[in-house]
Each structure stands twice: as structure tokens, then as C-alpha cells.
């Protein structure tokens, strides 16, 4: 079986990890719109697609799936997910398992402002989040909202135009810079349906930040999870970190995958407190995140689990298990790129 | 011979290309006041020591090199040059081979203020820059400058607190902001001098940005340069580059190298504008940079023409030798951090 991935991006390590498991019996194919990255570099074919936004994006990924006879396709682009979730049923036509989920989870995962107010629903813990810096200035004012503060997009991704705030005049720079930044940056793909309200500001979080991968099937039925102390980050990803348990942490994503119903591998950011016994979850993302490399090195297995489901089989019980303690990092490795 | 890199940090593949080199005919041996970082993790062997600017790591480092029987010793680190550079005669008198430049060529890199007038004084072109908000400003009203302007810590690294204002609001906020980063910073280790004049403002200069590894002998005299086009960036470091011939180029940063002589590999920062013809260095470090990977995976090896040096032999004409128009990235590699 041939598998797709999406939007491949820097992912390399996703590559190698499905290369790893097709064994020879099946190639990895990655598009992306920008054919120089070290995720293309590690694709056994790579295609240049036109822009995720450009109409001739998903007429030309139903010409690679049947040229490529893909049986599984992936994304791992959060911009990529949404018009992916809305024609998925052409790709599932042709016969091909898609682990991306139902547009409203996507729109739930992408949009900040809409995830609030599901954590907020379900009585999962979150940060104070407000719309608008009207409403972040009366809450300021009234004192249910405390100085330093976070500026983010509201449809955002990695570190990108994410600031801290630390008195009323960054709020208003930040607030308006951000505004202008998400105009000018590919964000506006998904901004672009109420660039007035692109900005949220948010309490900032004390404690310590986790990272949940939680697994579920292409049904949306839940499998497992694997939770990760992160230690150290990097241009908004994670870089170093070390499997742990930690109970409330590990309820709390679970009960959102068991809500979601989301396919594949979610990716939740959360922060514990430990001095109140808190977890407010931060953000969660419908897609494999930037913190998987670290649940795999520790023995987990989504990868493998998504081509067995994807084949019709049994997902062997390995796939689930973990050894806690794993501390893992980014290496970095200068590769040529070849064959270009 | 033993090898120690001190300040190590995330640069695994320099530690791999002296284990290489070395072939099992010597150590590398990893220092960092953060033991877990990818450059630790690869070292044969590592010992975590005090921060820089504690007055116990200089002697720890001379223990260190005793222990060790360290032949060759260099640092990855901006922060950690001046203090090496002060201290290099100890290192010397063990009859280590110190690849650290002289105090004042350490510090016409770490400061930029230095490093513009130093490149003003010799002809060699550089962004107009300039010391403090109210210099700035009155030559934004004598239309000597003009927005776009980069707002950058004078002592600065990688992408860290450097932002492009875009108007008079913008630059003034981004000064005041910069210089309280600054402040909150390990920045302050180098800007505590004159933290009044911490932050410079600079011309937003078009063109094509290269990279460019000079190379000089333990003496300071010339070798050889790699010069690179950089093709992306990620966290202030090139991410994407491929080595191209630029006479122009080549010929600025050759001579910045016989004029500062530097002792091993110089990092230099240039932009060539092709409507004009012109080239403006923007900076240079002290030190192997982030780019070298990619002059390394062309062919060139500074790392083994070091430890010829080092050990009194004559350079392989072949270390200078590379091929052009070789393409590299940088390819994320998880990895299980063991044995801490």
C-alpha cells in the first residue's frame, strides 16, 4: 500500500517512521507546495502541488492518488486540513482510508476562539480567552484578566505572530501588530472569513506544558494516548521532551479525543499546575504534531497502527505501549538534496 | 588527540563531523551548562559546568582539559568567546591549540556597533547603521533613512529580540521593547557594559542574503572560503542554502578575513543586491556559524584542516576543495537521549 502525506513539510522523521513500517512494501509520497524542504528531500516521490488555496490543489491530489495507487493519505499542515475535510468523500471514492476529520473538529482545532468555547462546554479546563481587544480591555479593567497576557491568532500555528504582553500599551501594539501580520502571512488563508476578529488574547498559564498525542481510529473511535513533559522548544515546537505519567493530564485529552471523534493522531497542548492541581488545555491540533518523534522513540506506534487500520487488519497491541521516562531531542543532520 | 567543544549546545553535527575525522584516534568531549541539548547527547563525553559568566568555569575548563588531555579546543558559542579569548594563554601554556580569535576581533563580532565601524573603516559595505532611538530618528527626518528599518540587540544572536519596523510607531516601540528583552536575556551577559546603548538601528538592505565560512589558520592567516546562497531560515540560523560562486561575494569576506585574522572558520552574513551590484555585510561571528554544514556537505572540511593544524601537519589541499551548486538541508532527526 502506497501512503500520501500532505503539506510533508519539515516532517522527515513522519517520512522515515512510514518508510520504516511499509518495509518495501509500499512508497511514501509527499507533496508539497514548496519542493525544497527536508520532508520532500525524504519521500521516496515527491510532487509539486500548486498552493493550498489555488483551485487546482485538490483536482491535482486525485491525479497523484491514482497514478499512485494511494491507499492511505495524511496531512500535517493545519492550513491544508480544512478543504481536505470537505472533499475527503472524493478521495474516500476511490477507495483511499483519509485521517483527516470531520470539518467541524477541523474548524474546532484550527480556530482558537471556537475551541475555547468547546473546552469551555464540555467543563475541560482552559485559559480566560477573549475576542477582540475591547473585551480584553473591560476584563483587564475589571480584573478577572491579569497582565502578562497572550496575543495570538486566532487561527494560528507554531509561534507564529504569538506574543506576551506584559502592560496596556504592548496589548494595543501587539494586538494590532498581529493583525497586520496575519493580513500579510499565509494565515490570512484561514483568517480570511473574519479578518476583523484574527486576534484573541488570552490569560497567561503558569505551570508546567504536556503534550498529548491521542490516538483514535478512522471511525473516530478512541485507541490510546501517549503524554509527554515538554523540556525545551524551538520555533514553537516541541524539541526536547520526556514521557510521563500524569494522571489528570492524561483524563482530560483522553475525554477531548473521546469527544472529537477526531481520526488519526491529536495533538493537545496542555499545562498542569501543579501547585493547584490544575490542567487548562491550551490548544489541540487535528493532525500529528511537532511532539510525535518523542512518543514514538519511547515505543508508541501510531504509524503502524494507521496502516494496519488503513489495511483492514488487527492493530497489534505494541503499538500502544510505551516506557515512561524516555527523554528525547531534535537532532539536527545536514542532508544533501539530491535528485532535484 | 582529544577534541573539547565547549558551549556545545545543539550542534550535533559538528560533533559528528570531528568524530569522523577523528576516526577513533581521539574523543570529542561535550561542555554546556545544559546537559540536554543534541550536541551533548552526540559527544563521547560530556561534563555539564558552570555558566559562563560564573567564575568557576574557567577553572573547570582547565581541569577539564587536563583530565582530558585535550589537543584542540573551540567554542560554538558567541557568549563564550570573550572570556576564552581573555583566558587563552592558560589553555595555550597546557599546549592546547585554541581556536578562539583574539579579544578585539571577538568583539568587533560581538558588537555590532564595532562591527559597522570596522567595516566603515576599511570600505567594505555595510547596512547604514545606527547607535540609539535619536540618532535613528533624526536620520529618518534627514531622509538618510528610510522605513522598513531592522531594530537589533548591539550584542546579539540568531533571531533573538531582532524586528523590522515598519514606521516611527513601530521603531519606538521595538527599541524600548528590544532593550527590555535585552535586559531580561543571557544578552545581558555581553550588553551589561552599556546597556543605555544596547540596541542599534540599521538599514533594511534588498538583495540576496549569503553565508559565507572563511577559514584561517591557529595564526590568523587566510585559507580558504566557502561562499553560500541561503534559500531559508529557521530560528535565525540557514536552514536550506546551496553553495554558488559569487566573485563579489568571495572577494569582500576573503578580505575581512586577512584583515581581521581570525584564528579557524569565520561567519559572515551578506547581502548582494543584483540591480546595483553592490554587497553589504551585515555581520560576522567569531566562530563556526549555523551555514557550515552546508559548505561541509560540498565537499570542504575546515574540520579536518583544524585538527591537521593542530597537530603540526600539513592541510590536505582537499579540505579547501568544494563543488558548487550543491543544495543541503537541515533534517530533523528524533533521538532518545541515554546514559544521563
Excluded at 520532508?39 to 483551485?55: F, L, Q
Excluded at 490548544?283 to 489495511?311: C, I, K, T
Aim: net charge negative; aromatic share 8%.
Amino acid at each position: 500500500m502506497n501512503v500520501l502525506l500532505t503539506s510533508v513539510g519539515r516532517r522527515c522523521y513522519l517520512v522515515e517512521y512510514f518508510k520504516q513500517e511499509l518495509a518495501g512494501k509500499g512508497h511514501v509520497i509527499g507533496v508539497n507546495s514548496d519542493p525544497l524542504t527536508s520532508g520532500m528531500a525524504a519521500v521516496d516521490r515527491r510532487y509539486t502541488v500548486p498552493p493550498i488555496d489555488d483551485d487546482a490543489y485538490i483536482p491535482r491530489l486525485l491525479e497523484i492518488c491514482q497514478e499512485e495507487s494511494i491507499g492511505l493519505m495524511l496531512s500535517l499542515f493545519d492550513i491544508d486540513l480544512p478543504i481536505l475535510a470537505r472533499h475527503r468523500d472524493q478521495f474516500e471514492a476511490m477507495g483511499i482510508s483519509v485521517v483527516v476529520s470531520d470539518p467541524w473538529v477541523v474548524e474546532a482545532a484550527n480556530d482558537k476562539w471556537l475551541t475555547y468555547g468547546l473546552l469551555l462546554e464540555h467543563g475541560l479546563g482552559t485559559p480566560l480567552t477573549f475576542l477582540g481587544l475591547e473585551s480584553a480591555r473591560s476584563a483587564l479593567k475589571r480584573g478577572e484578566l491579569d497582565f502578562p497576557v497572550i496575543v495570538k491568532p486566532r487561527w494560528g500555528m507554531g509561534s507564529i505572530s504569538i506574543y506576551t504582553a506584559e502592560d496596556m500599551e504592548e496589548l494595543e501594539f501587539f494586538y494590532r501588530y498581529a493583525l497586520k501580520n496575519i493580513a500579510a502571512s499565509y494565515l490570512n488563508i484561514l483568517a480570511r472569513s473574519d479578518m476583523d476578529h484574527a486576534v484573541i488574547v488570552q490569560e497567561k498559564v503558569q505551570g508546567q506544558e504536556y503534550g498529548v498525542d491521542v490516538l483514535n481510529d478512522l471511525d473516530g473511535n478512541f485507541l490510546t494516548s501517549v503524554v509527554k513533559k515538554k523540556i525545551a522548544m524551538r520555533s514553537g515546537e516541541t524539541d526536547i521532551a520526556v514521557t510521563e505519567d500524569n494522571e489528570l493530564v492524561r483524563h482530560i485529552t483522553e475525554s477531548l479525543g473521546v469527544l472529537l471523534k477526531h481520526r488519526g493522531s491529536l495533538d493537545v497542548d496542555i499545562i498542569f499546575d501543579e501547585s493547584t492541581g490544575d490542567s487548562k488545555v491550551i490548544e489541540f491540533n487535528a493532525r500529528f504534531g511537532g511532539g510525535y518523534p518523542f512518543s514514538h522513540l519511547a515505543g508508541a506506534n501510531f504509524v503502524s497502527a494507521l496502516l494496519s487500520l488503513a489495511q483492514g487488519q488487527l492493530v497489534d497491541i505494541k503499538c500502544f505501549s510505551y516506557i515512561r521516562g524516555v527523554q528525547g531531542v531534535k537532532a539536527i543532520v545536514p542532508t544533501t538534496l539530491t535528485d532535484y
